[in-house]
């Protein structure tokens, strides 16, 4: 008597305990992951830290083109840069600095928080997002800040990033 090869053959594919491991496994990984990747918090806090750097940047810059101090003012939302210390003559931003509004049409966070001023160099921080420590600083016409110590400024939210500005060169760096 023989037997066909093809009668005893296994049935190839997964098993339904198999499907249903997969799929929740699948469930729980989009579950963490997904916030993740739709969250704007992250991203948010990420280009108000640069954002900042480069303004503090762009100061230093200005005092040494103009040979002027000028004045650096970090608040809890906000960091502007000013020709005095007590920030009522304002430094102009450059001719490519937006600020008047998001994409969507509503207000940006940087002209709230900078008092809608278009014609004021300043990083407004956006919702969920601060900066710390508040200080207010100078530099010199020789790009010198007047800190008695470097300086290092924490952008907080989703994500927390900070940056130093050197007391001796004024150097500005993560």
Not at 8 to 19: D, V
Not at 21 to 41: E, H, L, N, T
Not at 56 to 62: C, D, L, P, S
């Amino acid at each position: 008597m023989t037997t066909s090869p093809n009668l005893h053959a296994r049935a190839s594919g997964f098993t339904i305990p198999e499907l249903v491991v997969v799929i929740v496994v699948i469930g729980v990984i989009a579950a963490v992951a997904a916030p993740r990747f739709i969250g704007q918090g992250g991203f948010d806090a990420r280009a108000f830290h640069d954002q900042s750097q480069a303004v503090v940047r762009h100061a230093q810059k200005v005092a040494i083109a103009q040979r002027r101090d000028v004045y650096v003012d970090i608040a809890a939302n906000r960091i502007g840069v000013c020709y005095d210390a007590a920030c009522t003559i304002r430094v102009p931003p450059p001719l490519d600095y937006l600020q008047a509004t998001t994409p969507g049409g509503s207000a940006n966070p940087t002209a709230v928080n900078c008092a809608n001023d278009a014609n004021w160099l300043c990083a407004g921080a956006p919702a969920g997002v601060s900066v710390s420590p508040g200080a207010n600083f100078s530099f010199n016409g020789l790009g010198r800040p007047s800190l008695g110590a470097a300086l290092t400024v924490t952008v907080s939210g989703e994500l927390t990033r900070s940056f130093t500005i050197e007391r001796e060169t004024g150097y500005v760096h993560p």
